[in-house]
T-cell receptor, first 111, second 115 residues
């Protein structure tokens, strides 16, 4: 089983839509969680950290369910500029020096 | 200059060449990393340096040789590469404190083509 699994997509949605991405991780003792965004041929950039209580940043909401080992990202009112690949990232226990990246979920927002 | 800077941005090299990738971070972070990203594949961790000491080497072939002379600089020395080594090579830095990693900042990457 992969350490971090994501649906590769692509998710094709119209502007203004709400879209949700899910991610599962295999190491139950993982302790930090993040969503990164990667544009085509660019480096990944931190979108937001994910906290147990859930957190929101504008149109973006991240949730963590430790019992199910599941992380989600919700994007409301999608913009064309949201088109990118979204990477689910986990910091495993005992591997504090490294982050494990999922393969990413591709989002394409169309007019 | 701020953030994480990688040079060169693009590199084309023959299989018998020797070249080096350079990474510099201006964030005061205490850990640095090399990742490889091939087309349609997830990021692959190559090397981890914590406080200038290599703490992880993920079974990377010896034709890749990292060097971390201080906490701000990281190099990846390349020698006798193969065409399948063509990829985007990303450097990252992070602050690790109390056993937790506070997330990476990536450089823009070096797009390497081996001919």
């Amino acid at each position: 089983r992969k350490e971090v699994e994501q649906d590769p997509g692509p998710f094709n949605v119209p502007e203004g839509a709400t879209v949700a991405f899910n991610c599962t991780y295999s190491n139950s003792a993982s302790q930090s969680f993040f969503w990164y965004r990667q544009d085509c041929r660019k480096e990944p950039k931190l979108l937001m950290s994910v906290y147990s209580s859930g957190n929101e940043d504008g149109r973006f909401t991240a949730q963590l369910n430790r019992a199910s080992q599941y992380i989600s990202l919700l994007i409301r009112d999608s913009k064309l500029s949201d088109s990118a690949t979204y990477l689910c990232v986990v910091n495993p226990l005992g591997g504090y020096n490294k982050l494990i990246f999922g393969a990413g979920t591709r989002l394409a927002v169309h007019p | 200059e701020t953030g994480v800077t990688q040079t060169p941005r693009h590199l084309v090299m023959g299989m018998t060449n020797k070249k080096s990738l350079k990474c510099e971070q201006h964030l005061g972070h205490n850990a640095m990393y090399w990742y490889k990203q091939s087309a349609k594949k997830p990021l692959e961790l190559m090397f981890v340096y914590s406080l200038e000491e290599r703490v992880e080497n993920n079974s990377v072939p010896s034709r890749f040789s990292p060097e971390c002379p201080n906490s701000s600089h990281l190099f990846l020395h390349l020698h006798t590469l193969q065409p399948e080594d063509s990829a985007l090579y990303l450097c990252a830095s992070s602050q690790v404190r109390g056993g937790a990693n506070y997330g990476y900042t990536f450089g823009s990457g070096t797009r390497l083509t081996v001919v």
